[in-house]
């Protein structure tokens, strides 16, 4: 069983819609989750981190965790095509620990 | 934030050969990290790199393979030995900081392809 889970789409919504991006995970010793966005050919770059479960809004995006549940979700509010993207969540046991990434959600938002 | 930029953004090589890609970030990190990523795969983690001393691997990667460098806090290259098609991906390098809020920055990746 992989560290966790992500379904990795494609995921094609129209322009304004609510994204839902969710990542299983297995080892309750994770207590960062972090949430990153990767454009074509770029690096990912980090969008949300939460530390343990609860939920962290940043404008349009909201990071939810329930450690109980072993899942994560990603929201994304009015939805731009500027979004279109993969989304990868991650999560690590500690500060400077090992990174485990899904495999990623492709994501493409339609004018 | 850390700026991260790497050489070459992509090169085509011959089998059996080896290239060595180089990482710079714009500031001093604590940890340097190297990963793997290819397509419809999450990103593997290759190994630490270590400032002053061996870096770190993880399973399934040795360092006859993926010999690694760290010479100061701002700069790391990743070689990658006696390439075979399987080899083909993208390669990222990633840095951190203490009290950096657990964030990793990433640089843009390599992608390399193996003929």
């Known amino acids: 069983q992989k560290e966790v889970e992500q379904d990795p789409g494609p995921l094609s919504v129209p322009e304004g819609a609510i994204v839902s991006l969710n990542c299983t995970y297995s080892?309750?010793?994770?207590?960062?989750f972090m949430w990153y966005r990767q454009y074509s050919r770029k690096g990912p770059e980090l969008l949300m981190y939460t530390y343990s479960s609860g939920n962290k809004e940043d404008g349009r995006f909201t990071a939810q965790v329930d450690k109980s549940s072993k899942y994560i979700s990603l929201f994304i509010r009015d939805s731009q095509p500027s979004d279109s993207a993969t989304y990868l969540c991650?999560?690590?046991?500690?500060?400077?620990?090992?990174?485990?990434f899904g495999t990623g959600t492709s994501l493409t938002v339609i004018p | 934030s850390a700026v991260i930029s790497q050489k070459p953004s992509r090169d085509i090589c011959q089998r059996g050969t080896s290239l060595t890609i180089q990482c710079q970030v714009d500031s001093q990190v604590t940890m340097m990290f190297w990963y793997r990523q290819q397509p419809g795969q999450s990103l593997t983690l290759i190994a630490t790199?270590?400032?002053?001393?061996?870096?770190?691997?993880e399973s399934g990667f040795v360092i006859d393979k993926f010999p690694i460098s760290r010479p100061n806090l701002t700069f790391s290259t990743l070689t990658v030995s006696n390439m075979s098609p399987e080899d083909s991906s993208i390669y990222l390098c990633?840095?951190?900081?203490?009290?950096?809020?657990?964030?990793?920055?990433f640089g843009p990746g390599t992608r390399l392809t193996v003929l």
């Open positions: 080892n309750s010793a994770f207590q960062y």
């Open positions: 990633s840095a951190s900081r203490t009290g950096d809020h657990n964030e990793q920055f």
């Open positions: 790199a270590n400032q002053g001393s061996e870096a770190t691997y």
């Open positions: 991650a999560m690590s046991k500690n500060t400077g620990n090992q990174f485990y």
